[in-house]
């Protein structure tokens, strides 16, 4: 883990998942699994998140709300779609509510596979995750470089 | 005499993995009204059957929900059978049983770490959820599955659990039970859990009985009902007895859920020493007959109800489900009014809602 500099938090949506991934992203914070270890709290603020953690699909009435939360995210941020829901509707692909992927409506970083995705693969997810924080968190500072220099 | 205020709740809320939003009519510090509206979550997935066949059906349906999926998918194969008229084996049915009862243990504990979040005591939701952890180590090993399990089919389980893993499952439960003892004893104990518990978000028992409660919630209001007392599975073998509580108040209903935990080890380890040899699955074949069944069942949050109608072909003309939460919203909106706002996230919890079966 020697990528990460700072610990970042997360925030948990449930799009129109069946509760299924959202129970082993909680597993995922408690002590089995602890993703702490890594400086991982789930925060219920959008604005002390770095991390947007979605899980099922993208409905009407559920689009606006992860929008939402999205842009009150500061950046960088990553966004790591949970389940095979969060990818593509899953096996409610073909309901009549059901719009598609979190990719429909935010731009996705990574993507978990699973149904239910099991906490290994979450906290892979989760790391690859913190690579990309990173490196935007590297081009905001270079942008930032920039603009200060010229100015 | 306060100004009114209307506080929203949700749909993203710290306490709740799940989205439910309720805008909350607060005087001063109390809440006059609760108004809860849902609809975040809704799939439509009952309509689903007429395009998956009746044995495909039942992945779409044990994915309601996840914490409860092996009772929905056992209700849903259930209610078929009964519509085929097909005989499950009996160790098929123990099985079953036993998975069940597993899985109720499983979301009491899921619930009880919430309660014990949604307080502020952390470091109890962290040893709960350590605890809990066993019991789906257990799903994994013999269904292949921590959440979503897929091992009920229409005819019988998919698969058999043999005679060594049974005995392990046993010793399990039988270290669950210890480790769940040091924990229940802080809750039905200690002055911090019990100050935010007793007498809150109080459900007479009138109450409960004329907005139709059910499960945990209605047992704890001195209500007699339990579904698993009309025969489905095995409980009727095993001497079922459900635990009624009285009161009505958020103690009231953890102390009947630690009961229940209690009550499903015994149920877990007495299946297990009484499961008869024998095939676990009955081949079925061809449409579904033409006419309709339903059929209750006993979830880990309480009385579920499922219908289905086939017409002749593979695919079902309808299928439908009521889910406990649904049953359970009325009950939480009459325990909200008069509370405090501090205690809105604990009652919300204390009926254990699930918000993906309410919608569907």
Known sequence: MSNTSKSPWLIHYDGSSCNGCDIEVLACLTPLYDIERFGIINTGNPKHADIFLVTGSVNEKNAPVIRQIYEGMLEPKAVIAVGVCAASGGVFRRCYNVVGGIDRVIPVDVYVPGCAARPEAIIDGVVKGLEILEKKRDTVRASKNKISEVS | ???????????????????????????????????????????????????????????????????????????????????????????????????????????????????????????????????????????????????????????????????????????????????????????????????????????????????????????????????????????????????????????????VRISELNQSFDIVEKTASVMPDGPVEVQVRGPLQAGEFMMRLEQPRGEALYYVRGNGTRYLERMRVRTPTNMNLPSMVRMLQGCDLADVPVIILTIDPCISCTER
């Open chain 2, 1 to 255: 005499m306060g100004k009114r205020t209307v506080i929203p709740f949700g749909p993203q809320h710290p306490i709740l993995p799940e989205p439910v939003h309720l805008d909350l009519v607060i005087e001063d510090e109390k809440v006059i009204e609760a108004v809860p509206s849902i609809g975040f979550i809704h799939r439509g997935l009952e309509k689903l059957a007429e395009v998956r066949e009746y044995p495909e059906l039942v992945y779409v349906i044990e994915r309601i929900c996840g914490i409860c999926s092996f009772g929905h998918g056992l209700g849903y194969v259930t209610a078929v059978e009964g519509l085929m008229g097909v005989e499950v084996p009996e160790r098929a049915d123990y099985l079953r049983t036993m998975w069940h009862e597993l899985s109720r243990i499983h979301s009491h504990m899921l619930w009880l770490g919430l309660t014990a979040d949604a307080l502020g005591f952390e470091s109890l939701f962290m040893h709960t959820w350590k605890v809990r952890e066993r019991i789906l180590n257990m799903f994994d090993l013999t269904t292949g599955g921590r959440v979503i399990h897929s091992v009920c089919k229409v005819g019988g389980v998919r698969r058999d659990v043999e005679e060594e893993m049974l005995d392990r499952i046993v010793s399990e439960v039988r270290e669950t039970r210890k480790e769940t003892r040091k924990l229940t004893d802080v809750f039905l104990r200690d002055t911090s859990v019990k100050s935010r518990l007793c007498g809150v978000g109080i459900l007479s028992k009138e109450d409960a009985e004329e907005l139709c409660a059910v499960g945990p919630v209605a047992r704890a209001s001195g209500v007699y009902q339990d579904m698993r007392l009309n025969g489905m599975c095995k409980y009727g073998e095993l001497g079922f007895e459900p635990v009624i509580g009285e009161g009505g108040d958020c103690y009231a209903r953890c102390k």
